[in-house]
Every structure is written in structure tokens, then in C-alpha cells.
């Protein structure tokens, strides 16, 4: 698959210290890859130095093949989307969508068919009459994404455009911009904080943290192997263990588990929720008394306060609970565990 | 009494000093000049004041060299209004820093000081004209001309202008202008389609600020305006205070009142329809 957008070498620090450093990302023809990470984490000096808007130190971006670095944003093949919609608020909808195109020179017949595609496309047919101040947050956003849309980007950047919306919405919203993607094979860059949303959208994530990229990855292979602590605490729920590394084992307690990594001395065991096995207390596990049950729905929460004094998060079927009480002592196994080496700022969690 | 006749009656009471006052000094002076206006020479009524105002040829001349200089005036101080508060709104730079802090001043000094200073710096043996000499320059004729009639009206009106069109023009946020150069836009494009329509109104403001200014300005082209043809407020002065002539002087006021009742009307009407698009 050929690379649509490349990404090297991207610095960018402003007066405060922040910035980015050293960024480098390929994204491929049609893939939707999300930059995640914290407010302040620099994604969206990323973003903004992909659209033109802001100016990088040094490194170059290329689209196309071609270097876009030096062109201000009118002058390059991109559109974003803005986190407040961005629409001007004294044009109808059709001016607003028409806006792009006619600076472009296309003639009205083909503007008119252009903007009716894009409208049908967001679900908003017959709203090009209006004006942005009659739309809801989420059909504003719908027009601002026509906008961008419509005149066809090489890349199609998105700055958190959801996270103004109501949690139904954004998940409606999210669904609709994934088959908008399968429909029209757009590249697409998309910032957002919210890692479920990143997880359930993208083709591959950018796991970011203080300028720098902590992780790219599939969003299955970041939730399974997160290549950091950072990333282990940022995606999906997980808990962690102090733990000591002999050889082929980590101990925690008196469980074992395997060590993979060959990490030796005091490492942090990080086991996700669905890989912790409650079982009968055995004096070669790592013994725990359960603390609190919740049923959530389909599935209950048990938490286990361990021998070595943590706490550890389980998600059980439903049913499964029945079976334990409060304050019963109980053995627990892990499925899966994943090791960091133990750092001054890698306690708690 | 209910509740809502005497909140009416409360307002009412509010309203009355600001209305009386209204009266008094707006209103009936009017309404006095008109019928003044009216009054012929042989004690009667007829409109023969405005049929000098329009027959006269010296009295046309000045009309059409009022309007001129008001409209070039207008011109020029919205254009130079509006580079200064682009400028003051989308540059960083300590220029624009000095021109923020220094842009207000004329407003502060009162009009026949900073007329005589124009006097001075731009008279025939000015001090520009002088530094100018030893470089064999010669400077055209400013004063006592329609140029320094402008040049006065443009230190009298950009300031607030530049202020006014700053705060509507710092009120279009960013992004809305961000947008506009994602899609393509050059400057000109967000200027014509962005900012110039969303601060319209204030635009029309200024406009009508600067014409009744311009068009009723009396200290400036008294000072340094040419003989003839005048401005119609020295022109109103002289037909006043030389020739004692106060139904003449009172047509050539009510002509001028309407002149800027044009541009009344015109604010009053995109107001007006603003208003019925917002309902």
C-alpha cells in the first residue's frame, strides 16, 4: 500500500518547553490512524503542523510523496475538521460547503451536486438553507465534515471534533465517520484524548506522551502489549503488581509467572482485568480476600485486596460471582502478565 | 394599580429626561429651522431658500465640494481603519505593539490645536516643507486645499475608527478565519467573505460616524480650507454670521441634516433587517 503521509524527524518547541519532538509516522493510503494521548501530550501540535498552522522547528512532513512543510494551509491538500465546528456563522449551509469549491472555480451545476453528495453523505440532506446557528452541536459538526469532505483531501485531519458532543452522539457520530472512511477511502489523521474512541476507530494508534510517541500500533496489539508502563496505565483498565525478577519467573506473593522479557531485579506486573483467574486458595499462588463485588450489567467487578497488600481488579461473567463472598479467601492466577522494569515514577496505579 | 401598568409607568418616568432633552436640544431646533427655512424674503413661505441652494452656482460648487471631500474622506479613513485594526489584530510584531499603545492620541488633542499644528507642519513654509528644501524638494499646496482638508479629516477620524473596527474585528475568533485558509482561502478571500461580513455592522458604523463628521466639520476647514469653494459648515457660517442671512444659513442646515439622514436611513434599515432575521 502506498504511503500517503510521512512524517520525519517532526520537532516543534514553544516558549512554555512543550512541544514535540521526534516524530516519525508513516500512514498509508485510505488507513485512519489516531493520535492519542493526554491534553498537553502534543498531538495536536502534530495535527496542526500536518494542516500548516503551525510552523515545525525542524523535520519535514510529506504528502504524496511530495514535501508540504514550507506551503501555509491554504496551499496544501488537507482539511480538518476543528473540535468547535469552525463554521462561519453569517453563511447558509450551502455557502459554508460551496465556500471551498468556488475557490477552486467549479461551476455552480457542479457545486451544487458536490455539496447535495456531501450532505447526503453526513445524513443532513435538504439543510442547505440553513444557517449554522439553527443546527444542534452534532449537525454543525455533520456540516463541518461535509466542508472537509467535499473537497477531497489527500489527508483529512480531525482535531477532537466530537468531544463537544453528548456521549450518545459521539458514539453515533464515530460509527457514521468509520463507514464515511469505508465509503470514500479517505486518509484520515484523528486526534483524540478518549482512548475508546481512538480504540474503536482507528486503523492504528499513536500512543503519545510529553512530545514524544510512547507506541504505534494496531489498536488490538496496543491493548494486548502496550510497549510501556505509560501506555499500560493510559489504555483500558489494568492492574499492577510489585513484583520480583528471578531468572524465568516473576514473583509477586507467592504466585509465579512467567518472564518473557528476561527482566531481572524489582519489575511491575500489569495484568488486565479479563486475565485475572479466581480460583481455591493454594499455598503456591498468590493468595487475596475478595473486598467488593459489583454486578455491571453483563458482567461484575470483584475486587481482591492480594497478600501482598495491592488490590486487584477482576471482570468475572455475572454468574460467577454467586460462587464468592465477601472476605472468602481465595488463590488468583493470571492469564496473561505483562513486566515493566520498576522506576522511580512507575509506583502505584 | 396592576403590577404592569405601573412597571410602565415606572418606565415612562425613566425614559422622559433623555426624551425631554431629546426635545429640546435635537428636535425642536430642527423642526424651528425648518419652518425658518421656509420663510422667503418677502416674509411668505416657499421653498425659494433651496432653490438658491441648488441655483446658485458658488453655493452648488459647495455642495459638490462637500461631498467630495466626504466621501474621499469616508474612503480613505475606513481603508486606512481597517489595514490598522487587521494589522493591530493578526501581527505579533512590537510595531504593532507601538501602534496600539500611540493610535489614540489624536483623539486627545483638541481640533484647533491639532489644526494649527497641521498649520505648521504642512503650510507653505512649514517645518516639512523646510526640511524638505535642501534636498531641492518642493511641496505641493496642502493647506488652504482640499488635500489638507483630508489629511485633517484622516487625523480626526481614524482613531476611533481603528478603534471601533479593532473590537469587531477582534471579536471573529480565530478558528472561523483558521477554516477559511484550510479550505483554501487566500487574504483577500477571508478579508472580502469572512471578516469584512462579520463586522459589517460596525463597518456601517464607522461609516456614518465618519460621514456626519466630515460632512458637518466646521473647525479644520474653517481654519485651513481654500476660499471657495468651502465646506457647507463654513459656508452655513458665513451665510449666518457675514451676510445675516439665518433662513438662508437654516436651508443650507437642513439640506446637510439630510444629507446624513441618507446614511441614517441606511443603518437603520440593515439593522432593521438583522433584527427580522434573528426573529
Known sequence: MSIQLSIKDLSKRYRTGEGVSDINLDVAKGELVTLLGPSGCGKTTVLRSIGGFLE??????????????????????????????????????????????????????????????????VRLPGAEKKLPGQLSGGQQQRVALARSLLLQPAV???????????????????????????????????????????????????????????????????????????????????????????????????????????????????????????????????????????????????SIETETGGTVRSFLPKDAVRELDIGQNVGISFAKTIAYPHTNESTGG | MTKERKQALWGLVLVTPSFLLLLVVVVIPIVQSFIESLRNEAGGYDLSRYEWLFTDKGMRNNIWFTLKITVISCALVLLIGYALALYLRFSPGKLAGWIRRTYMIPMFIPGVIATYGLMNLLGNHGWLSRLLLPFGVTLPRIIFDEKGLIIANLWFNIPFTTMLLSSAIAGIPGSVIESARDVGAGKLGIFFRIILPLSYKTFLVALTF??????????????????????????????????????????????????????????IRSMAKEEAARM
Open chain 1, 156 to 302: 483529512l485531519l480531525l482535531d477532537e471534533p466530537f468531544s463537544a458532543l453528548d456521549a450518545k452522539l459521539r458514539h453515533e457520530m464515530r460509527e457514521e465517520l468509520r463507514e464515511i472512511q469505508a465509503q470514500t477511502g479517505l486518509t484520515m489523521v484523528f486526534v483524540t484524548h478518549d482512548q475508546e474512541e481512538a480504540l474503536a476507530l482507528s486503523d492504528r494508534i499513536v500512543v503519545m506522551n510529553n512530545g514524544r510517541v510512547e507506541q504505534i500500533g494496531e489498536p488490538q496489539r496496543i491493548y494486548d502489549d502496550p510497549a510501556s508502563l505509560y501506555v499500560a496505565r493510559f489504555i483500558g483498565k489494568m492492574n499492577f503488581l510489585d513484583g520480583t525478577a528471578q531468572g524465568e519467573f516473576i514473583r509477586v506473593g507467592r504466585g509465579e509467572f512467567p518472564n518473557p522479557k528476561g527482566l531481572a531485579g524489582p519489575v511491575i506486573a500489569a495484568v488486565r482485568p479479563e486475565d485475572v483467574r479466581i480460583g481455591a486458595a493454594d499455598d503456591r499462588a498468590l493468595s487475596g480476600r475478595i473486598k467488593q463485588s459489583m454486578v455491571l450489567g453483563h458482567y461484575a467487578e470483584v
Open chain 2, 210 to 267: 465618519v460621514f456626519m463628521g466630515v460632512i458637518g466639520s466646521f473647525t479644520a476647514p474653517f481654519l485651513i480650507g481654500q476660499n471657495s469653494p468651502q465646506m457647507l459648515g463654513v459656508a452655513m457660517e458665513q451665510v449666518f454670521g457675514v451676510f445675516q442671512e439665518r433662513e438662508q444659513a437654516a436651508a443650507i442646515a437642513v439640506f446637510t441634516f439630510l444629507l446624513c439622514s441618507v446614511l441614517g436611513f441606511f443603518y
Open chain 1, 56 to 121: 515545525p522547528d525542524s523535520g519535514d512532513i510529506q504528502i504524496e510523496g511530495r514535501s508540504v512543510v514550507k506551503l501555509p494551509p491554504e496551499k496544501r491538500p488537507t482539511t480538518m475538521v476543528f473540535q468547535s465546528y469552525n463554521l462561519w456563522p453569517h453563511m447558509s449551509v450551502y455557502e459554508n460547503l460551496a465556500f471551498g469549491l468556488k475557490i477552486r472555480k467549479k461551476s455552480k451545476a457542479e457545486i451544487r451536486e458536490a455539496v447535495a453528495g456531501a450532505l447526503r453523505l
